[in-house]
């Protein structure tokens, strides 16, 4: 894991226990992770969103308080993206259940736990794993 993704992974940590900040954390020159709220919170309606950004664009959207994980490339299929991508797939996810973002033959495909592969569709939601200390994001090598 590269240390820009480590960087990714603590910035994450360190906003999974801080619902009340909003606001970004620099991670590298091209990796962003940020918080921010829709709505007030306790409404109807509201939402915490942490992101993250490569280049400016929203390659993930972690949502707390619905237990989901957006993931896209955003048109960008390169080694980097895919890379940030399965790093949160591993940390955030079950991988073994999940699997993870791979090339073959110059076309990204997934990989499901019983061995299936298909398309990469662009973008996925998948379920969130959490626990209370968020056990799995320290074991991705932040702790």
Avoid at 5 to 13: C, D, G, K, S
Avoid at 83 to 99: C, D, E, F, K, Q
Wanted: proline letters at 3%; one cysteine or more.
């Amino acid at each position: 894991m590269r240390k820009v993704e480590r960087l990714m992974l603590r910035a994450i940590h360190d906003l999974m226990g801080r619902a009340d900040y909003a606001g970004s954390i620099r991670c590298s020159d091209n990796t962003i992770v940020e918080q921010t709220h829709h709505s007030i919170a306790g409404t109807i309606g509201y939402q915490r969103i942490i992101s993250v950004r490569l280049h400016g664009n929203e390659i993930a959207a972690i949502r707390p308080g619905e237990d989901t994980l957006w993931l896209s490339d955003c048109g960008w299929q390169t080694v980097t993206t895919k890379s940030r991508l399965n790093v949160l797939i591993h940390a955030l996810t079950r991988p073994s259940y999940y699997g993870g973002i791979y090339q073959e033959s110059g076309q990204w495909l997934r990989r499901t736990s019983s061995g299936a592969k298909y398309a990469w569709p662009g973008q996925d939601v998948f379920p969130l794993r959490l626990d209370a200390d968020n056990y799995y994001l320290q074991c991705a090598g932040i702790a």
